[in-house]
């Protein structure tokens, strides 16, 4: 068996897990194996009730379908199908942030003010509204109604995509057929036609896909820009990441899950229960910790320490030592309540449409969000009573300094201290004169086939070696906050000169002392598109479009249909993306040949799929090398 | 010697056992990998359906084994270092394909492309558990001793007999 994480927290909560007998995602995992060839494959069709139909890898079986649907074009509509499934959620937490804004503004939800006016002003004028002599609740209510006629059956293209990306892309997206006009609506029309006897052309089905991921694109862009409105833009925050953020002598809190809509305002409420959990015994008061993407919304907005992420959220649970999880949504795995059977641990959900057998559900709607955090806080407190100090194992050791909270606006604030003028001159001219050699965005989660943060780890090392700029989202950024791979004494262990000289020159500027992290970490997963507005804003100024950029993106242990989504769009928006994981479309031939190579002849993007982290980060590398060759300062 | 045996009622047809089959008979042995293999990965046992049930057929390595005696250029041959798996080397075969047509369970098949050669079950030498055995989802295919397999059969019907005397 390969070892199961190299995360220094994880190992540590593992072997008292061993030790005791706490089954995990890596024993269920053991229990699975090995698995299904036709579903690795993606060659299994199980949309009718004919079915389901199997595809004969080797060739002896059956090759066609009861319909006659061939191997690409069953591995084709199960990736398309994959695509909409990450895009449903990614703007299913647009939406709910989407009807948040619109409450607000109509005085619906006190405790959702706006709270970056300059960023609602900002997002207003881009999509066209005039904001000129509106109020902000005026302004907010427009923003909130356009926000959620983006979902429905509009009769232009998405304007969330359309004022976002490059007019060479919008281009290239109306040449092929592939602009969303409503996200609902593309999500939708996947599972149209992807149903009995539709679409069977794989290519087309492909290109469904492709449409189906610039909505997610549209999506996930809306939801980073309500969240800033409503929690504010995220500026640079100091903390620490892994287990050993959680306190023996607190009350211990866990938000997991996705959406800030809730965990933001635990955030800015969990100290007003500080009293209370003292007088229950927690000498500390309330310690609030994050898990997964909605520790990330509160690490950027408030410096909440992250735990832990994606695979081993398990772990918080096993040390002993939390006393409530309080979920929303996505990636919250079912298990963490039996998990939690074993221990006083309260594991809490919050909205209608996510409950998991075990937990106990407190109802959270806008209108009392306050009162709602509190009673949770408060769950966790009477928890903590229970709690026997005997079985508490928190590793200590694990806990590491971490910088976050890079925003676009961040960084593009920090690189205006050294350029006043042209902020993007100083990145454009590092690139040009190869002290950066590119830039490379780390996102996507930890996949339980791959040793924890193993791939994250050994690429980010190399590439940083190599001179590549790193920016991560997600439990990518996560990972590497556990391992102290955010600061800049990571910066002066793994950078290449060039790369120590830049980060170097914009960490003095911005009056840190010394380099920027090694790292960027830009956010949640639904925050990459942060990292595309820079490279669009990059290309915009150089006046070429985006599959021109020396800018790659890697999910090196992705797992989600939203990475799905995700690496479609990138692909899309005409980068080179990494995938370490091999996904279900080796099955059919001309799918997996299309979108490792002919795709390139149309968007410029493709997939590069590599299991081998240090292989993978070579190729990656040359990518670089080919587009800086393109660009002319080979 | 250990040998397989099918719990037929607990075959669900899904035919993970004839894939594992075919990359454990790959030179790379990786599902990724042995799907683009030439010659073509071959599985030696076979999902047969009847019914709406899936009756998963394999070589039985039988003591008088047809294929072994109607073999004329040597190629089959019995493994006695391994407890008489009946074994099958290809540089030996000239495909004549008599052993398909002697083996009363049709379980020898025949490589894809390439040269003419025939193909079985050989227990997977590489493994101590077969590689379907071990793919198996529901534990239909069990790799045990003949006489271990007959003890849970006869303590099964025992049940059966004892409930219906009322013991």
Known sequence: MTARSICPGTNAVLAVAEREGYATIWDRYQAQLPQCGFGLLGSCCRMCLQGPCRIDPFGEGPQVGNCGASADTIVARNLARMIAGGTAAHSGHAKHLAHTLWKSAHGQASDYPVKDEAKLRGVAARLGIAPDDKETPELAAEVAEMALAEFSERHAPLAWAATTVTKGRVETFLKYGVVPFGIDSAIAEVMHRTTYGVDADPVNVLLGGVKCALADYAGMHMATDLADILFGTPKPVVTKANLGVLKAEAVNVAVHGHNPVLSDVIAQVYHELDEEAKAAGAKEGVNLVGICCTGNEVLMRHGIPPATHSVSQEMAILTGALDAMVVDYQCVMPAVATAAECFHTKIITTLPIAKIPGAVHVDFSEERAREAAKEVIRLGIEAYQRRDPKRVNIPLDAAKPAVAGFSTETIVGALSLVNKEDPLKPLIDNIVNGNLLGVCLFAGCNNVQVTQDQNFMAMAKELAKANVLLLATGCGAGAYARHGMLTPEATDEYAGPGLKAVLTAVGQAAGLGGPLPLILHMGSCVDNTRAADVAVAVANKLGVDLDKLPVVASAPEATTEKAVAIGTWAVAAGLPVHVGIVPPVLGGPTVAKVLTQDVKDLFGGYFIVEADPAVAAGKLVEAIKERRKGLGIG | ?167
């Open chain 2, 1 to 167: 010697m250990k040998e397989i045996f099918v719990r037929l009622d607990k075959c669900n047809g899904c035919r993970g056992c004839e894939i594992a089959c075919a990359v454990e008979h790959s030179a790379t042995k990786n599902l990724f990998a042995a799907i683009f293999e030439s010659p073509r990965p071959h599985r030696r046992l076979y999902v047969e359906p009847f019914h709406e049930r899936g009756v998963p057929i394999l070589c039985r390595q039988c003591e008088d084994a047809p294929c072994l005696a109607a073999c004329i250029s040597g190629a089959i041959w019995r493994d006695q270092a391994r407890g008489g798996v009946v074994m099958q080397r290809g540089e030996r075969c000239i495909g004549c394909w008599t052993c398909i047509m002697v083996c009363p369970y049709g379980v020898i098949g025949r490589q894809q492309n390439g040269r003419r050669i025939a193909l079985k079950c050989d227990l997977c030498p590489d493994r101590e558990t077969p590689a379907c055995v071990a793919a198996c989802p529901t534990r239909a295919l069990v790799y045990t001793e003949a006489e271990a397999w007959a003890k849970g059969m006869r303590q099964g019907a025992a049940t059966t007999i004892a409930a219906a005397v009322g013991r």
